[in-house]
């Protein structure tokens, strides 16, 4: 189950500083401990780009990949379906919201954030939609866009409604490799230059492997989540349980 969101530095090349983004992936094991699977520095992204990460990840040894969840990342859905059939792609909800208040007047923002909060608070997909119904009737004229955005997006946002909450606070929000990115920065925020891309992934990595010693325990409800994976997911899981 793996959550994947990008963190940009400023890297040398070719005699010229261009912003580059180096692509974390993090991923939980069936015991439920949080392992980061890789990372890529590039400026591209797209179909090929993440279809060439996922096909690297299979390689690896990475045999099947349940839920994921992603900051929109663009080709991303595409290639990991390619290489993973069967895995669930969930659109990072919280990434959503920021991207809709950006398109939303300062003075209609609270009653707009108020009104769209039913459409991801809700119970159930169809209570969604109907929340979505509601606040297109009223915003959709003067904001059509980030409604449009939200329809647009739906089929990756609305993956966590068909799970229970402890299983929605894990994938409906990529917040878990935010929170590794802000202590990344912390040990690079002195380097505002990396002399190349090797430097860049050779800090990210030691940083890394410091921050990861303090994962000891597994996460949250974990025993609760594994039982309903084994449930949802049974034949995928039967041949990695013991």
């Known amino acids: 189950m793996p959550l994947a969101d990008a963190i940009h530095y400023k890297v040398r090349e070719d005699g010229k500083v261009r912003s580059k983004a180096a692509y974390t992936c993090l991923a939980v094991d069936l015991e439920g401990q949080k392992d980061m699977l890789g990372i890529w520095v590039g400026e591209a992204e797209g179909a090929n780009y993440w279809l060439g990460i996922m096909t690297e990840l299979k390689n690896r040894g990475v045999q099947d990949i349940l839920i994921a969840a992603v900051d929109g990342l663009k080709g991303f859905p595409e290639a990991i379906e390619s290489v993973f059939p069967g895995c669930e792609v969930q659109q990072c909800v919280i990434h959503q919201i920021r991207n809709t208040i950006r398109y ?25 939609l109907l929340a979505l119904d509601k606040l297109e009737d009223k915003w959709g004229k003067k904001y059509p866009y980030p409604i449009n955005s939200w329809r647009n997006n739906w089929n990756n946002l609305a993956v966590f409604f068909k799970y229970p909450e402890q299983i929605r606070r894990v994938i409906y929000t990529t917040n878990a490799v935010e929170n590794l990115h802000r202590q990344f920065r912390k040990v690079t925020k002195n380097r505002a230059l990396f002399p190349n891309d090797d430097a860049l992934t050779k800090m990210i990595y030691l940083a890394y492997r410091d921050i990861s010693k303090k994962w000891t325990m597994p996460i949250r409800d974990w025993a609760f989540i594994f039982s309903q994976f084994s449930i949802i997911f049974d034949k995928r899981l039967k041949p990695f349980i013991k």
């Open 104 to 128: 939303v007047a300062s003075k209609n923002q609270k009653e707009f954030m108020r009104d769209l909060k039913p459409v991801y608070k809700a119970p159930t997909e169809e209570a969604g």
